[in-house]
């Protein structure tokens, strides 16, 4: 199981203080050297964390592939062009959300999608979706062509802390809480057996299949089980243990923990 680090927390930090420190640039050679397979950032349309400069830094400097998460905004796509990363992850993205709430709508942004995946390929990028676990979803990313789809596992996690209590971590109301242990652990199966099956199916159609959001120390073993999955994108959770343990830990724990 390949781990991509998603790095932008990095720059989360930095950004709270618009200062030079802590740059997300520094942290490719301790991300490589503790084993990860790529480097994942977001460019996002508000630049709340990563910017231009860092993900020009990022692309140039990096010697794992770099998978740069974007929307499809026009203007994001000219610049992810010119950057030419590795790979282009795909995401739905709103300005008020705290971090990405959920899978890109591909039927209904179906013919922005059409361009925008048109123009990747001719710049020679790969192209992953990010969507959320359903067969409407895996069958449709077959047929725009694309090499990639990254599973969102929001709803997993959201339901592993609910069931196990890491709270701290989800937003539900008092009245999903209530919900009896029973019927939690069921969703929960369900969550799991949806995904495990999906990624066949999307195996079997010819697609590389990854998975992230929500994924943590706790909860990332039962998708790493899943053996169709071949990658998992992590961010939150690496970056903040290694507040504790430094970043070289944090992720070599998390190796450990999926291999
Ligand atoms: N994969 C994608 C496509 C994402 O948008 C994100 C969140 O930025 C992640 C993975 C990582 O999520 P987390 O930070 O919750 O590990």
New binding site residues.
């Given amino acids: 199981m390949k781990l991509g680090v ?1 790095i ?2 990095i720059a989360v930090l930095r950004e709270a203080r618009k200062i030079a420190d802590p740059n997300p640039l520094d942290a490719l050679s301790i991300v490589k050297r503790a084993g990860a397979e790529q480097i ?1 950032i ?1 460019l996002r349309e508000d630049r709340r964390h990563i910017q231009d400069i860092d993900a020009v830094n990022i692309i140039y400097h990096a010697s794992l592939p770099v998978n740069l ?1 974007c929307a499809l905004a026009p203007e994001i796509i000219d610049i992810v062009c010119e950057l030419q990363p590795h790979r282009v ?1 795909l ?1 739905p993205e709103k300005r008020e959300e705290v ?2 709430e959920g899978g890109l709508d591909i039927f209904s942004n179906a013919e922005a999608l059409t361009k925008v995946i048109r123009k990747l390929k001719q710049h020679e990028i790969e192209i992953s979706l ?1 969507i959320d676990p359903t067969l409407d979803n895996v069958e449709m990313s077959e047929k725009f062509g694309v090499e990639w789809i ?1 599973f969102h596992t929001g709803k997993y996690a959201n339901l592993y802390a609910m069931l196990y209590g890491n709270l701290a971590n989800t937003h539900h109301s008092i009245k999903e809480l209530e919900r009896s242990r029973m019927e939690l652990k069921e969703m929960l199966e369900e969550e799991l057996l949806t995904l495990r099956s999906l990624s066949c199916s999307a195996m079997e159609l010819g697609l590389k299949v990854a998975a ?4 943590n120390y706790q909860n990332v073993q039962a998708i790493a089980d899943i053996e169709t999955i071949e990658e998992l ?5 690496i970056i903040a243990r290694s507040v504790f343990t430094g970043l070289e830990t944090a992720i070599i724990d998390m190796k450990e923990l999926i291999k």
């Fill in positions: 998603n932008d927390h994942t977001h998460e992850t995401v971090t990405t990010f990254e992230g959001h929500g994924l994108n992590i961010g939150q959770s």
